[in-house]
Every structure is written in structure tokens, then in C-alpha cells.
């Protein structure tokens, strides 16, 4: 069986974060085993307190499960701060010299309901150590924007195809755009490769509040395809089916008072 690890937070209302993750993984017929970076406390309303974990026990965490399991793929998400995001570098570099595997960085940074989730000085040492690592970078459009001020190559957000190709260019790994956030009717998320290579995947917007954790599941959903050994462009075309799937099986289903998680 394949391993999946996921690096990222714990959301005890399980619909994001390190507990999504495991559903996700699992419902793709992987094994996942995860390194938690930040504890949360939230729900379907919105965060209330996050605590970084210590980046020592990340460090013991990561080093537990990368000498043991030998995942075939990794998710990352929540990186709290600098040093929790120097750490993960840090182990990652070295288990990748060995075993070059996937990552898939969903590059988390505010939560829907507004909360931070990483410190701002944390997103120099994601961009400059991270990403180097990284196989697909997964930002929605605030992210992007984001990333595209630090690069100084500010681009407006209706020129989504330049800001994709400046970003897979400049960073040497895929990126994929999320839509989620644009105000259309179709959903469509556009994956850059570094080779200049394009592929569109545009899905119908099921109108629905229950997407607590949407960035999460696709991102795990994505790793786990390639930890089966789907090539880049289908992984994504199949996380897109099965998070489609998911939020149109969730749209009917009331748990929480708020913002509702995924079903699988
Ligand atoms: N909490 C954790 C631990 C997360 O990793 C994420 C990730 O995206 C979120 C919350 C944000 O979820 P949402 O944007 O659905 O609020």
C-alpha cells in the first residue's frame, strides 16, 4: 500500500486540515500518516486559537515517519511560523536527496473566516526553502496575489494566465491556480508547469456553503494520485472529480453550524 504523509494542522472539528487529510487519503486507497505543525481550535463557524507545535518535535515528528513509512508522496499545508517551515525544509531536503518523491504544498495562509494561519515573516523561508522542493504549489487567488507582491511582479488578478506562467516560471515547479475564489460560474483552476505547458480544468460551481477545508481535500487528494503514480495533469484532473463529487455530495448535508466539511 501506498504511504501519504501529510505535514500540516490539526482541525478538531476534522473538516480541514490533518484530519481531512487522513479521510481523503484513505478514500483514495492509500495509507496516510501525518506530522501535525499547529494545533487548532475551531469549528464550521471559524478558528479561534491555533499553537504552533514546537519546530523540535516537527523535526522528531518528520523523522519518526520519514526513516520508517518512506512515503511515496507528500502534502503540506499549515506552516505556522519561520521556524516550523525551516524545520520542515530542512527534513525534507534531506529525505528527498534519497527518495524523490512528489510534494504538493497547498501554501495556507489565511483561513476562510479570516483567522492567520502563518506568520508573515514564515513566508520568506517557505518561498526561498520550500518551494525549491516543491513538485506542485496549489495557492487560491489571494494566495497568488500574494506570492506574485513578493516576487515584485505584481499582476492583476483577470491576467490569471500571466500570473500562472510568472510564478511557474520564476519558482521552477507547477502551480496550480484555484478559481474557487473568482466570481464566475464555472469553476476553473489552471495548472502551470515550468516547461510552459497549460492544462484547464473547469467544473460546474455547485452553489453550496459547505467547503470547510476544500483547499485541504484537494491537495491530499492530489498527492495521493500521485503517490499512485498518476502523472501530474491527471492527478489534478482526478482530485478535481473527486472534490466536485464531494462537495456535491456535501451541499444537503447539515453538521455544525456554519461553514460545513466535505463528505467522501
Ligand atoms: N485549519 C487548518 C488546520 C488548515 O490547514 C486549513 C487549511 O486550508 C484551514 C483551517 C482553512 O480551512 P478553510 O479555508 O476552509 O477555513
Do not use: W
Amino acid at each position: 500500500m501506498e504511504v501519504v504523509l501529510s505535514i500540516a494542522g490539526s482541525d478538531p472539528s476534522a473538516g480541514a486540515g490533518i484530519q481531512q487529510d487522513l479521510k481523503t487519503i484513505t478514500a483514495h486507497g492509500c495509507y496516510g500518516a501525518t506530522v501535525i505543525t499547529s494545533v487548532t481550535a475551531q469549528n464550521t463557524l471559524g478558528v479561534q486559537a491555533a499553537m504552533p507545535v514546537p519546530p523540535e518535535v516537527v523535526g522528531q515528528q518528520l523523522r519518526a515517519v520519514l526513516s520508517d513509512l518512506e512515503p511515496k508522496a507528500i502534502k503540506i499545508g499549515m506552516l505556522p511560523d519561520a521556524e516550523v517551515a525551516q524545520v520542515v525544509a530542512d527534513e525534507l531536503r534531506t529525505y528527498l536527496a534519497q527518495h524523490p518523491v512528489p510534494v504538493v504544498y497547498d501554501p495556507v495562509m489565511v483561513s476562510t473566516s479570516g483567522y492567520p494561519l502563518m506568520a508573515s515573516e514564515a513566508i520568506q523561508v517557505v518561498v526561498s526553502k520550500l518551494f525549491p522542493l516543491c513538485t506542485l504549489i496549489t495557492p487560491n487567488l489571494p494566495e497568488t496575489n500574494r506570492l506574485l507582491q513578493l516576487i515584485e511582479k505584481p499582476v492583476s488578478s483577470s491576467f490569471v494566465q500571466v500570473a500562472g506562467e510568472t510564478l511557474a516560471r520564476h519558482f521552477g515547479c507547477a502551480f496550480l491556480l484555484k478559481g474557487g475564489h473568482a466570481d464566475k460560474p464555472q469553476m476553473i483552476d489552471l495548472l502551470f508547469e515550468p516547461d510552459g505547458s497549460l492544462s484547464t480544468f473547469a467544473t460546474e460551481r455547485i452553489a453550496t456553503s459547505n467547503l470547510h477545508g476544500t483547499g485541504c481535500t484537494l491537495s491530499s487528494a492530489i498527492a495521493s494520485n500521485l503517490a499512485l503514480g498518476h502523472p501530474l495533469p491527471e492527478a489534478v484532473g482526478k482530485a478535481k472529480q473527486f472534490i466536485t463529487e464531494a462537495i456535491r455530495k456535501s451541499a444537503a448535508i447539515r453538521i455544525g453550524h456554519g461553514n460545513g466539511p466535505l463528505q467522501m
